[in-house]
């Protein structure tokens, strides 16, 4: 038997319109369409970030500290700040979450030493805020931070989802579009959109070793 040998199927953003409007029971014939389309793609894209963690947005970067300087702008691609080490003089020291009202109370900001706590203010630009204030300008705080997907830009564009994502993205743009042109089709497509985003959240979770124990009742001899 002869196969492909092929591991690269992808589809483009014209691709994904075309398989979601036939799933709606209709043809991407104009230019607006596509545009449509599009526009609902990337709104798809930031409703997935708000449904929970994807694994293949975490980036790990790094931001220098300054001496007697605690605040520290991010990139505006960060969602979130899953965790946090200040890395010195190659040893790292993991820090402590706090909210934001634990961080206005903190009752001298100004102090400065090895900095164990931070606050994440999610503004549009994110500010990181650190505390204590470091105290010198050779350590490096390292963070894995939860960033945004790409944007579907052009009709030529791939995409930079994994690619058990594939039919999950492609079912929920066709239930994003049904909402706009098919209402006969909300409830099914909505249906189907459901059961692959669950099945592919299932595979991108994070995988940890378990032990399986035995309920020793079954083994009791009478």
């Given at each position: 038997m002869t196969t492909s040998s092929s591991t690269d199927f992808n589809l483009d953003v014209a691709e994904y319109i075309?398989?979601?409007?036939?799933?709606?029971?209709?043809?991407?014939?104009?230019?607006?369409d596509l545009q449509t389309a599009r526009r609902s793609?990337?709104?798809?894209?930031?409703?997935?970030?708000?449904?929970?963690?994807?694994?293949?947005?975490?980036?790990?970067?790094?931001q220098a500290l300054t001496a007697n300087d605690s605040e520290y702008s991010l990139g505006t691609d960060i969602i979130d700040i899953?965790?946090?080490?200040?890395?010195?003089?190659?040893?790292?020291?993991?820090?402590?979450?706090?909210?934001?009202?634990?961080?206005?109370?903190?009752?001298?900001?100004?102090?400065?030493?090895?900095?164990?706590?931070?606050?994440?203010?999610?503004?549009?630009?994110?500010?990181?805020?650190?505390?204590?204030?470091?105290?010198?300008?050779?350590?490096v705080i390292v963070y894995d931070a939860l960033t945004r997907m790409q944007d579907a830009d052009t009709q030529v564009n791939t995409l930079?989802?994994?690619?058990?994502?594939?039919?999950?993205?492609?079912?929920?743009?066709?239930?994003?579009i049904a909402m706009k042109r098919a209402p006969d089709r909300i409830q099914l497509l909505k249906t189907v959109y459901e059961e692959e985003f669950e099945r592919a959240m299932a595979e991108d979770r994070d995988r940890s070793a378990f032990n399986v124990s035995p309920k020793l009742d079954y083994y009791k001899v009478g």
């Open positions: 075309e398989e979601a409007f036939e799933r709606c029971g209709l043809e991407a014939k104009t230019g607006y793609m990337n709104i798809m894209l930031a409703e997935w970030a708000n449904r929970g963690l994807n694994q293949w947005t975490i980036e790990q970067r790094t899953l965790s946090v080490v200040v890395r010195r003089s190659g040893t790292d020291f993991s820090m402590t979450r706090i909210s934001r009202d634990t961080f206005i109370n903190l009752p001298n900001k100004t102090s400065t030493s090895r900095p164990t706590q931070y606050f994440l203010d999610r503004q549009i630009t994110p500010n990181l805020k650190l505390y204590p204030t470091p105290e010198n300008s050779t350590d930079e989802i994994p690619f058990r994502f594939i039919p999950c993205l492609t079912a929920g743009l066709a239930y994003y």
